[in-house]
């Protein structure tokens, strides 16, 4: 079992940016695939970033070229870099991992992009 806290949202001006970071409770090293989910108010969640052990990672389009998904072993630790954001960035930005046969989410941190 690990359990996900994440950090780092908060409000920005568009054009702005924000890091968010994923503290897991013990090593990740063993976990093939975290990802991040955002939710905005009367929407689906939605699948942003993924990465992989490998370092390899996926974006959904419309962050492409603005956001950069990765991992930090040593800290336990997952970030979502978030660069040039957008009025639809703003949504509750979550952290998922599937370990052991179990999905984990984090407890979700506000984004909140405007002027």
């Known amino acids: 079992q690990v359990q996900f806290v994440e950090s780092g949202g908060g409000l920005v001006q568009p054009g702005g940016s924000l890091r968010l970071s994923c503290a897991a409770s013990?090593?990740?090293?063993?976990?093939?695939?975290m990802g991040w989910y955002r939710q905005a108010p009367g929407k689906q969640r939605e699948l942003v970033a993924t990465?992989?052990?490998?370092?390899?990672?996926n974006y959904v389009d419309s962050v492409k070229g603005r956001f950069t998904i990765s991992r930090d072993n040593a800290n336990n630790t997952m970030y979502l870099q978030m660069n040039s954001l957008k009025p639809e960035d703003t949504a509750v930005y979550y952290c998922?991992?599937?370990?052991?046969?179990?999905?984990?989410w984090g407890q979700g941190t506000q984004v909140t992009v405007s002027s």
């Open positions: 998922q991992a599937i370990y052991g046969g179990y999905i984990y």
């Open positions: 990465i992989t052990s490998g370092d390899r990672t």
């Open positions: 013990r090593s990740i090293f063993s976990i093939y695939r």
